[in-house]
C-alpha cells in the first residue's frame, strides 16, 4: 500500500486524494489550519463529473507542518499548490526529506512550464515527475472538490526521459477511481499542449470575467485567442520544443473544434484567483512565454499585454 502526501488541499489536491483513497492508498494533507480542521471533521469528497466519492473522517489525515509526518514514510509527495508556493514547497521537502521514503517521488500537478525548477535545486531528476492535467477542479467547501470539465486523460511522466514505470500506481488508481489517467513518454509536448491551452484561455477569461465557451463565441476575443496561439508557437519553434501540432492552424482546428466545446462552461483558475483576491499564475503561463521571447529576441505582444492586465486587476485588490 502506498503512502501519499498531498501537498495543498486545493480543488485538484482534494479531487485526487479522494480518488487515490478509494483505491486503498494512505493519504495525508499538508494544508492550512482551517483546511487541516475541515479534512478532520468531516472528511473529503469528490462531486461531479465522474461520480461521487467521499472519504469519512478518519480515513485520510491532515497535517499543517511537515515536522508531524513520520520519518520514511511517503513514497510520493503530489505538488498540488499554486506555482506561486513553489520555492516554498521545494525548501520544505528539503529541509524535510526524512519524511520520503528511500525511493520516494515528487511529482507536480501545476499549470504553467517550468514549475521543476525550484525543486531540481534540492533533488535529482530520476525523482522528479510531473502530470498533464486538462480537467477542471473547483472547490465547493474546504473539503469539498468539483469536477467540472475534462477534456483528455491525466498524463503522469518525466521530461528528464526517466523510466514511467513508478507513475503506474498512481496513474493506474486515478484511472480506477474514474478519471481517465495514463502515463506518458511525451511528458513535454503534452505539457506544452497544456500551455498552448491555458495560456489562450485561462487569463483572458479572468480579464473579461466569462468562461470559455464565450471567449470564442466573440469575435474580438477569438482574435485575440489567434494572436496568442500564434505567438506561442513562435517561442516555441525558436526554444525547441513541440507539441502534438505541427502548426497553428492544426492546432486552431482541435482547439476550436474539441478542446473549447469540451470546457465551455469552466470558469479559469486565475478568474477564481482574482474572484478571491489572491495571487494568480500568471508568471508561469503568458509570464513563462513573455521571459522564453525575450531570450530569443522575439516580439510577443498580446502575451505580453495579457500579463500587464492581469497584473494589474492584482494591484487593484482591496482589502
Known amino acids: 500500500m502506498h503512502h501519499i502526501l498531498i501537498i495543498g488541499a486545493g480543488s485538484i489536491g482534494i479531487s485526487l486524494g479522494a480518488s487515490l483513497r478509494s483505491q486503498g492508498m494512505n493519504i495525508t494533507f499538508l494544508a492550512r489550519e482551517k483546511t487541516k480542521i475541515a479534512i478532520e471533521t468531516n472528511g473529503i469528497k469528490r462531486t461531479g463529473l465522474f461520480g461521487e ?8 489525515s491532515s497535517v499543517s507542518s511537515p515536522a508531524e509526518l513520520d520519518s520514511r514514510s511517503m513514497d510520493y509527495a503530489l505538488i498540488c499548490t499554486k506555482t506561486t508556493a513553489n520555492e516554498d514547497a521545494a525548501a520544505m521537502l528539503s529541509e524535510n526529506r526524512e519524511c520520503l521514503s528511500e525511493n520516494a517521488k515528487i511529482v ?9 525548477r525550484p525543486f531540481l535545486r534540492y533533488f535529482s531528476e530520476d525523482q522528479i515527475y510531473q502530470a498533464r492535467v486538462i480537467t477542471g ?9 468539483n469536477i467540472t470539465v475534462h477534456t483528455a486523460p491525466i498524463l503522469f511522466g518525466s521530461l528528464y526521459g526517466k523510466d514511467t514505470t513508478c507513475m503506474e500506481p498512481l496513474a493506474s488508481a486515478v484511472a480506477a477511481s474514474g478519471i481517465p489517467s495514463e502515463t506518458t513518454t511525451q511528458l513535454s509536448e503534452a505539457l506544452w499542449a497544456k500551455m498552448l491551452y491555458n495560456t489562450t484561455l485561462n487569463p483572458l477569461g479572468a480579464i473579461l470575467h466569462v468562461p470559455y465557451g464565450k471567449l470564442a463565441d466573440a469575435r474580438a476575443s477569438r482574435q485575440i485567442m489567434n494572436r496568442l496561439i500564434d505567438e506561442t508557437f513562435l517561442v516555441m519553434e525558436h526554444c525547441g520544443y513541440r507539441s502534438f501540432w505541427n502548426t497553428p492552424d492544426e492546432y486552431r482546428e482541435a482547439f476550436y473544434g474539441k478542446l473549447i466545446p469540451d470546457t465551455r462552461a469552466h470558469r479559469s483558475s486565475t478568474l477564481q484567483d482574482i474572484e478571491k483576491k489572491q495571487k494568480t499564475e500568471i508568471e ?24 500587464e492586465l492581469i497584473s494589474a486587476l492584482e494591484d487593484n485588490y482591496t482589502d
Open 53 to 60: 466519492i467521499s472519504i469519512a473522517a478518519g480515513e485520510v
Open 108 to 116: 507536480i500537478l501545476q499549470n504553467g512550464w517550468g514549475n521543476d
Open 137 to 145: 477542479f473547483a472547490r465547493t467547501a474546504p473539503n469539498i472538490s
Open 284 to 307: 508561469t503561463l503568458n509570464g513563462r512565454i513573455v521571459r522564453l521571447a525575450a531570450q530569443h529576441g522575439l516580439n510577443v505582444p498580446t502575451h505580453q499585454m495579457i500579463c
